[in-house]
């Protein structure tokens, strides 16, 4: 494996360039047996070439990493907030009694935490960044950049999926049957509607960990549902997208 270390800053796994199948339009089993389709999409399976080589950060951003940010950008949390479940507990309750995927919005009660002060906890320090919105995360990229002398930016979607796949062609990147999702990603099950630790669980075949499970990450492109129906065979990224909507 080749690594890019830069310390504070987070360390980067090499990428190979390479080609893929990228969507997935075969229906999948869900852990309560309800059979599965992808949104429309993610239906179209096509081929998709990554023509560079390209260094990823084997994790998401944590809160450790993003405070050096924080501390040259001081004015960019003050204000802001982000949502988190309040009832835990009876939401989890309801969820593994019932096993039913049907009307738990409405089983849910939000509460708002400042994100500053969370992202400052020392216990915070691993877990992945959450609450923050699409334009920070490229400010966060343009100010790392800087300290590192070399581009960093958001993975389009489909470089994205590339390093999810890592060199797989089945459904998840450990095989086509979901059970043994608890050994490689955080979800309601193992997570208890928490936020958890990064690289607590295995990585895929590239070393590049929580690619699946615990948070949403963001994208580079913006959000077109027919973008996949005339894209580029090469380095696809979508430009011409919902102005408001960017890819997770």
């Excluded at 075969?26 to 999409?41: C, D, H, M, V």
């Excluded at 994790?59 to 949502?83: C, D, G, I, R, W």
């Amino acid at each position: 494996m080749n690594y890019l270390n830069t310390s504070w800053l987070g360390h980067f796994v090499k990428v190979p360039k390479g080609q893929f199948s990228m969507g997935n339009s075969s229906a999948y089993t869900s852990l309560f047996g309800k059979k599965l389709i992808e949104r429309p999409q993610a239906r179209k399976v096509h081929t998709v070439a990554v023509t560079q080589e390209i260094a990823v950060l084997e994790t998401p951003v944590t809160n450790s990493m993003f405070q050096h940010y924080l501390k040259a950008q001081p004015e960019s949390l003050n204000e802001m907030e982000f949502s988190f479940i309040a009832n835990k507990a009876y939401f989890s309750d309801y969820y593994f009694k019932n096993k039913s995927e049907k009307s738990l919005k409405d089983k849910i009660e939000w509460q708002s935490k400042n994100l500053l002060n969370y992202i400052n906890k020392a216990e915070n320090s691993n877990l992945p960044v959450v609450g923050v919105d699409y334009f920070t995360c490229i400010n966060y990229c343009h100010w790392l950049s800087s300290k590192l002398n070399c581009k960093v930016r958001l993975l389009t979607e489909a470089e994205w999926e590339y390093c999810a796949r890592a060199g797989t062609d089945t459904i998840f990147s450990w095989g086509n049957e979901i059970s043994p999702v608890a050994k490689h990603a955080w979800f309601f099950d193992n997570a208890k509607l928490n936020i958890k630790m990064v690289k607590q669980l295995a990585p895929n075949n590239w070393g590049l960990y929580d690619m699946t499970g615990n948070v949403w990450e963001w994208c580079a492109d913006k959000y077109s549902q027919k973008f996949y129906d005339y894209s580029n065979k090469k380095d696809p990224k979508s430009t011409h997208g919902n102005c408001k909507r960017y890819v997770i």
